[in-house]
């Protein structure tokens, strides 16, 4: 079982950053895939970025590509995602998902791939 919690989100300007942190219980947290979705309102929550458990593979939706960033310290049991140049429409709600993956070197990008889910933190950007 994983429990896991964002913080990290807010109001920002067009153009400014903001980093995301999603921070795990449980002790096997090394052996999870990590991914970041988002979900804007009357929408479908959407992918966004995700990193295997060493954090040696990492893969983006075109549309964030360039501009954030997702890593992982297994030793914080944490994942982040650095978002720069942000834009009006990366409004949304952010969740991190976990997917147990042992120690194989895979990453997923489908909301049905993953076990585990927090609750969401909401990012803002205004024009």
């Known amino acids: 079982q994983v429990q896991l919690v964002e913080s990290g989100g807010g109001l920002v300007q067009a153009g400014g950053s903001l980093r995301l942190s999603c921070a795990a219980s449980g002790r096997s947290f090394s052996t999870y895939a990590m991914g970041w979705f988002r979900q804007a309102p009357g929408k479908e929550r959407e992918f966004v970025a995700a990193i295997s458990w060493s954090g040696r593979s990492t893969y983006y939706a075109d549309s964030v590509k360039g501009r954030f960033t997702i890593s992982r310290d297994n030793a914080k049991n944490t994942v982040y995602l650095q978002m720069n140049s942000l834009k009006p429409e990366d409004t949304a709600v952010y969740y991190c998902?976990?997917?147990?993956?042992?120690?194989?070197?895979?990453?997923?990008?489908?909301?049905?791939?993953?076990?585990?889910w927090g609750q969401g933190t909401q990012v803002t950007v205004s024009s």
């Open positions: 998902a976990a997917k147990f993956t042992y120690f194989s070197e895979t990453y997923y990008y489908t909301v049905g791939a993953y076990d585990y």
